[in-house]
């Protein structure tokens, strides 16, 4: 009887293992870079939707006709980069250095973002010299 416990015990953990590897894999392909290699480009438009929420804090922006998502880093180091919750409001001018969506998807990775001439730098160490 013991043994059979142990046998299950042994199963159970095995699949959580798997299942934790399973998904760290798709966490780390979420948070590279992989998808943002189109080159960098500045959005300058309207916001039109801001949301502070793991995994990444995104800002909606009215741009030319349609509407980007900027996507900021980690909520942590956004907030070490000073944008935090009422940084910025709905119909603010913004200006969005990053890269663009590979795919062509109307979506970027910023690097950094000027909300009312205040510069809030997400990874500094990306931004071009």
Do not use: C
């Not at 894999?25 to 948070?31: F, I, K, L, Q, V």
């Not at 956004?78 to 979506?107: C, M, P, S």
Request: aromatic share 6%.
């Amino acid at each position: 009887m013991s043994f059979h416990y142990m046998g299950r015990r042994s199963i159970l953990g095995a699949g959580l293992a798997l299942a934790f590897a399973g998904l760290a894999g798709s966490a780390m392909a979420h948070h590279g870079w992989s998808w943002a290699d189109a080159g960098m480009i500045e959005l300058t438009g309207t916001i039109s939707s801001i949301t502070i929420a793991p995994p990444h804090p995104t800002i909606e922006v009215g741009a030319d006709g349609e509407i980007w998502t900027v996507e900021l880093g980690n909520p942590s180091a956004t907030q070490r980069a000073g944008f935090v919750e009422g940084a910025a409001k709905v119909g603010q001018e913004i200006v969005a250095l990053g890269n663009r969506d590979a795919d062509g998807a109307t979506r970027m990775k910023a690097v950094r973002i000027t909300v009312d001439g205040t510069v809030y730098d997400i990874y500094p160490e990306r931004i071009p010299s």
